[in-house]
T-cell receptor, first 114, second 120 residues
Framework: AQSVTQLDSHVSVSEGTPVLLRCNYSSSYSPSLFWYVQHPNKGLQLLLKYTSAATLVKGINGFEAEFKKSETSFHLTKPSAHMSDAAEYFCVVNYGGSQGNLIFGKGTKLSVKP | GAVVSQHPSRVICKSGTSVKIECRSLDFQATTMFWYRQFPKQSLMLMATSNEGSKATYEQGVEKDKFLINHASLTLSTLTVTSAHPEDSSFYIC????????????????FGPGTRLTVL
């Protein structure tokens, strides 16, 4: 079955240090990959999206993610964490193109310490 | 662009009453909208897919007579929780898939801010 795995349920970093949120997906022909962020009691905001163009995708708020087919990974990174980055992050995969539904990872809670 | 709104953002109701939640795509048309439910500290669970002008498609285990979905226009879908019970208390989130913008964005869903339902 197609799936997406977020390897860490909780990541804690200090403000100003790098962020790494890990995501692996089950292998398929050409999935679309997304990262969404959810702040408490809010909906999901699209951070970035990969669709078989450049393997390094730049998103909003300084985040970027690299698609590595050999590792079936799509890890999210940011060079320097900000307090406002504290939120829940979801790695999401669409295996079905324009007619496909989204498959959500379980989420990674990012905490940022001052 | 690609803004989705939900109304109300928060609702408290008595057990046995019905509650309607609206989902609107504000600056784009969406033939397909989705309704999700999110329990505390969990990921989103797809409840149903709402298609403009046709019946919604419900996920396994979701009661279609309890969660009524209407997608009357290209910018509005509604979810009505009928005869609500305390176990229906949850965070309900809708999303919309763009029909314009080309194939690059056809598989992207844009999410509303969510509706917190509390049934007493």
């Amino acid at each position: 079955a197609q799936s997406v795995t977020q390897l860490d349920s909780h990541v804690s970093v200090s403000e100003g240090t790098p962020v790494l949120l890990r995501c692996n997906y089950s292998s398929s022909y050409s999935p679309s990959l997304f990262w969404y962020v959810q702040h408490p009691n809010k909906g999901l905001q699209l951070l970035l999206k990969y669709t078989s163009a450049a393997t390094l995708v730049k998103g909003i708020n300084g985040f970027e993610a690299e698609f590595k087919k050999s590792e079936t990974s799509f890890h999210l990174t940011k060079p320097s964490a900000h307090m406002s980055d504290a939120a829940e992050y979801f790695c999401v995969v669409n295996y079905g193109g324009s007619q496909g539904n989204l498959i959500f990872g379980k989420g990674t809670k990012l905490s940022v310490k001052p | 662009g690609a803004v989705v709104s939900q109304h109300p953002s928060r609702v408290i109701c008595k057990s046995g009453t019905s509650v309607k939640i609206e989902c609107r795509s504000l600056d784009f048309q969406a033939t397909t909208m989705f309704w999700y439910r999110q329990f505390p500290k969990q990921s989103l669970m797809l409840m149903a897919t709402s298609n403009e002008g046709s019946k919604a498609t419900y996920e396994q285990g979701v009661e279609k007579d309890k969660f009524l979905i209407n997608h009357a226009s290209l910018t509005l879908s509604t979810l009505t929780v009928t005869s609500a019970h305390p176990e229906d208390s949850s965070f309900y989130i809708c999303s919309a898939r763009r029909t314009s913008g080309g194939p690059r964005w056809a598989d992207t869903q844009y999410f509303g801010p969510g509706t917190r339902l509390t049934v007493l």
